[in-house]
């Protein structure tokens, strides 16, 4: 899941769930972190969204870029999270392919050299960063029981 928040332009990426999103999941991943008042969701057609969205009253707007789509009513677009994935997906090839176990990580890493880049002080900007995740240690030593966790999900969709 690649979120990015529009005016901070602060992004998210974390390997979700195996197979087919569904509403508990994005429950788990977004509820806490909307402001019902504030956030509009802005996606692409799958139909969790638009089922996900209306149980909590947030306004969506699905963009379809195979219907040559690009945004809604000229505002609403997903253009930044497509360059997001392009841009992790051109640098995770240098990996020649992961363990699952550890894709948060890479995910993590990638966000990471993504904040960094764009600072002139790269140093201080990494560290700044580094020290900015409290929890760093917990979620490395959480890796083996959360990887468990995901591959005993059943891959059963909505």
Not at 32 to 53: E, M, Q
Not at 64 to 83: C, L, M, P, W
Not at 100 to 126: A, C, P, V, W
Request: aromatic fraction near 12%; hydrophobic fraction near 30%; charge should be positive.
């Amino acid at each position: 899941m690649v979120t990015v928040e529009r005016k901070s332009r602060k992004s998210s990426m974390k390997l979700v769930k195996k197979g087919r999103l569904d509403k508990l999941t994005l429950d788990k991943e977004l509820l806490d972190k909307v402001n019902k008042k504030k956030t509009t969701l802005c996606t692409d057609a799958h139909p969790t969204y638009y089922g996900w969205s209306g149980d909590h009253d947030i306004p969506h707007y699905w963009i379809i870029a195979s219907k040559g789509e690009h945004t809604y009513k000229g505002i609403y677009h997903v253009q930044n999270i497509n360059s997001h994935n392009s841009r992790f997906e051109t640098w995770f090839r240098r990996f020649n392919g992961v363990a699952s176990k550890y894709l948060n990580n890479y995910l993590g890493y990638f966000e990471l050299m993504e904040n960094i880049k764009k600072h002139q002080d790269k140093f201080q900007r990494t560290l700044f960063e580094i020290l900015r995740s409290s929890n760093t240690l917990k979620l490395y030593r959480s890796i083996d029981k959360d990887y468990k966790q995901f591959i005993s999900t059943p891959n059963i969709g909505t």
